[in-house]
């Protein structure tokens, strides 16, 4: 019997293999007829087709709301982006290959996802091998001083960020007035589940949970920018830029993480150019970093499911405005401290919600400078606050209305999820 080894310069695809007949027929029926063509040469190894094809889907993906494009299309552009993939593999342009399978797994659908993994894993070893590779032909011929310099400047030898003394009246000045004023989230350590379901989730009470992430890889492992880098950084990852998603010069980039870890720890850039990478899948999307995390066993409270885990990493000085989420939330303080306002779901009215369906859940309110004519009843609201210190964890119940500012580079970590529907608001 003889077995056949895996092709070293080709990605394999068992899962598109096995289904791209079914997968077209399906992409056809939803008059995707120029795709499944441009596929099909694309399947025989033209490039020009798997590009072709790739930007096919892609304006189908952006044909409308998201929610209203067809499911098929995901896994059109997945396909594609699988097929591009392969032929920049097979070219050597490792780092074009990955780009084109992290593209698939940020846009795409769910049914090549195995695929899209597997061969990042495949290619992203091709890739350091070939780093290595060649960080070794020129350190044969530097000597050891250039040597140390030239892996600082492929993995960078910094922590992200440096334990500065944290000056509060200083802080106070960037904060919305009147923060910390008010009443302040309680603090609690060794909450049991019954407690957290009977004083916090049922009766709609927030709360920090001082004392759930000692088990973290990540809580040793974040800070650390050689890690990160040797992790993820030839990975492309959305990120936003500018003040905030309601500013009309907010704009979304895709950069691997690498550019995204340099420009947060660089410091320069102004307000306006602030790169967050907010209320991204990370952890589905680069599986190595999903296992320094665990989920907390409060997020199964109430019989529901995980909605989504999202990472939301960037400098000081990043900012979520006003805004609630149907969901409950456990956002975790990974690196760094945030300062958090939250306004119970019972004084939406006076918060003034955005009137259109997309932005409702958004206030038209900037807290960080109030219009006061427009927005008389938000003054003398009262809200409970907290700066959210390193290794927390803040409960945000449903429809909470909260506002987040960092103060420090920051990677948090959200757990959305949803009940049975038993439980109530506040
Ligand atoms: O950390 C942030 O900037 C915002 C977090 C947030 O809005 C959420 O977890 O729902």
């Not at 499944?36 to 044909?63: I, R």
């Not at 070219?91 to 593209?103: H, I, R, V």
């Not at 440096?162 to 007035?177: A, D, G, I, Y």
């Not at 004023?181 to 916090?200: A, Q």
Request: proline letters at 5%; a negative charge; one cysteine or more.
């Amino acid at each position: 019997m003889s077995t056949s080894a895996p092709a070293v310069n080709t990605l394999e695809t068992p899962v598109m293999d096995s289904s791209y007949s079914t997968l077209l027929q399906s992409i056809t029926e939803e008059g995707g007829y120029a795709f499944a063509s441009m596929a099909t040469l694309a399947a025989g190894g033209d490039n020009h087709a798997a590009e072709a094809a790739k930007e096919m889907a892609w304006e189908q993906l952006h044909s409308g709301p998201w929610h209203s494009v067809g499911p098929i299309w995901r896994d059109a552009y997945s396909m594609a982006c699988l097929h591009v993939a392969r032929n920049h593999f097979s070219s050597g342009e490792f780092k074009l290959s990955l780009k084109a399978l992290d593209m698939g797994l940020i846009m795409g659908g769910l049914t090549l996802r195995d695929d899209l993994n597997s061969c990042i894993k495949k290619v992203s070893s091709a890739l350091t091998e070939k780093d290595f590779s060649s960080s070794n032909n020129n350190n044969n011929s530097t000597d050891s001083t250039e040597e140390g310099q030239k892996k600082s400047e492929l993995f960078g030898d910094q922590e992200i960020i440096s334990r500065q003394h944290f000056n509060l009246p200083e802080v106070l000045q960037l904060l919305p007035s009147r923060s910390l004023s008010c009443k302040k989230v309680g603090r609690k350590s060794g909450l049991s589940l019954e407690e957290f379901l009977r004083d916090h989730f049922l009766c709609g009470s927030p709360v920090i949970i001082s004392d759930c992430m000692v088990h973290w890889p990540a809580k040793n492992k974040w800070n650390d920018m050689n890690y990160l880098k040797r992790i993820a950084g030839f990975r492309t990852v959305p990120v936003e830029v500018g003040k905030n998603y309601l500013c009309p010069e907010w704009k979304q980039e895709l950069i691997t993480f690498s550019e995204f870890l340099e420009r947060i720890s660089s410091n320069e850039c102004p307000s306006e150019d602030t790169t967050y990478l907010a209320q991204h899948q990370l952890f589905d999307q680069i599986l190595e970093l999903r296992q320094d995390i665990l989920i907390p066993d409060y997020c199964f409270t109430g019989d529901g499911e995980i909605r989504s885990i999202n990472a939301w990493i960037g400098p000081a000085g990043t900012v979520t405005p006003l805004h609630n989420d149907p969901h409950h939330n456990i956002l975790s303080q990974v690196v760094g401290k945030k300062y958090i306002r939250l306004y119970p779901a019972s004084l939406s009215e006076d918060l003034y919600p955005h009137m259109e369906s997309m932005l409702s859940n958004s206030s038209q309110v900037d807290l960080d400078n109030i219009d006061e004519k427009a927005f008389p009843k938000v003054l003398d609201l009262d809200f409970v606050d907290c700066i959210l210190e390193e290794g927390e964890m803040l409960y945000i119940p449903p429809k909470w209305w909260h506002y987040v500012r960092s103060l420090s580079t920051s990677f948090s970590v959200s757990f959305w999820w949803s009940d049975t529907g038993n439980s109530q608001g506040s």
